[in-house]
Structures are given as C-alpha cells and as structure tokens.
C-alpha cells in the first residue's frame, strides 16, 4: 500500500480520504494487484510520471 500510496496519490496520506479512506484502500489494493505494470512504471492516475 505504501508503495501505491506513494505511485498513485504522491504527496497524499491515507487520512486525507477521510471517511472513505476504508473504500480507497481497497480500491488501491485491487487496482495495484490487477494493473502491476502500473505500478512498476511508476505511473500516477493523472498519467504523470513520479
């Protein structure tokens, strides 16, 4: 998580999706197991480099 945290929503932490923050996890964990290639590029869901 840490390492998608930091790929997907650099700069953010997991208390800024407040109430949701549960949900946003599992989506995170989800999306990171089924898009690894993402990951591995490094690539934000905004498409920017990190």
Not at 4 to 22: H, Q, S, V, Y
């Amino acid at each position: 998580m840490k390492r998608a945290m930091k790929t997907f929503f650099p700069g953010k932490k997991p208390e800024d999706f407040g109430n949701f923050a549960g949900i946003a996890q599992q989506y995170i964990f989800y999306y990171s197991r089924n898009h690894p290639e993402k990951l591995e590029s490094g690539l934000s869901f905004q498409g920017n480099a990190v």
